[in-house]
T-cell receptor, first 116, second 111 residues
Framework: EPEVTQTPSHQVTQMGQEVILRCVPI?????FYWYRQILGQKVEFLVS????????KSEIFDDQFSVERPDGSNFTLKIRSTKLEDSAMYFC??????????????FGPGTRLTVL | AQSVTQLGSHVSVSEGALVLLRCNYS??????LFWYVQYPNQGLQLLLK??????LVKGINGFEAEFKKSETSFHLTKPSAHMSDAAEYFC?????????FGKGTRLHILP
């Protein structure tokens, strides 16, 4: 069964460093998403991406964040200068269609980012 | 704006007992609702989704949920809890191009 994969599973970094979180969405999907979950809190939407551009982003997704689909398979989230409060589990998701027309979003297993 | 509220951050049930996890939604339009499960140290897995085709939705692992418009509820149930059901459960609603999650309910199964 096709699945979303994410690497690494755990990333530890120093405050101020750049990190890139990688995701391989399901191959025929067209919509891509990043969510995050701070420990003990709910899952929050960060950004959606379609047709090589951001379609929507939350207030969390400030200028320190960027997303890219560098090739036909990978989808990346970059944090330019990490802060302590960026420590969280980051989930990638992909979908064959818009959530609003109830196409299921398939989630990856997550990358746990720890900023020291 | 669409949102969901989950009642109870922790729920404990005995093995074999009924599981009931509560979720109420707020939506100005017919909502698309979901329940996701997160097992320890794992990602999010879709349990079931409501897409207006039927008010009683059956999902994986014996779970089901009933959409009640009059009560704006979408509670998750399972007739008989199993130890393997211990996990965090998230109710969610779709809003435009994203999914809005509730705060989650951690389900504990007592032997």
């Amino acid at each position: 069964e096709p699945e979303v994969t994410q690497t690494p599973s755990h990333q530890v970094t120093q405050m101020g460093q750049e990190v890139i979180l990688r995701c391989v969405p399901i191959s025929n999907h067209l919509y891509f998403y990043w969510y995050r979950q701070i420990l003990g809190q709910k899952v929050e939407f960060l950004v959606s991406f379609y047709n090589n551009e951001i379609s929507e982003k939350s207030e969390i997704f400030d200028d320190q964040f960027s997303v890219e689909r560098p090739d036909g398979s990978n989808f990346t989230l970059k944090i330019r200068s990490t802060k302590l409060e960026d420590s969280a589990m980051y989930f990638c998701a992909s979908s064959g269609g818009l959530a609003v027309v109830y196409n299921e979003q398939f989630f990856g297993p997550g990358t746990r980012l720890t900023v020291l | 704006a669409q949102s969901v509220t989950q009642l109870g951050s922790h729920v404990s049930v005995s093995e074999g007992a009924l599981v009931l996890l509560r979720c109420n939604y707020s939506s100005s339009v017919p909502p698309y609702l979901f329940w996701y499960v997160q097992y320890p140290n794992q990602g999010l897995q879709l349990l079931l989704k409501y897409t207006s085709a039927a008010t009683l939705v059956k999902g994986i692992n014996g779970f089901e949920a009933e959409f009640k418009k009059s009560e704006t509820s979408f509670h998750l149930t399972k007739p008989s809890a199993h130890m393997s059901d211990a996990a965090e459960y998230f109710c969610a609603v779709s809003l435009d191009d994203k999914i809005i999650f509730g705060k989650g309910t951690r389900l504990h199964i007592l032997p």
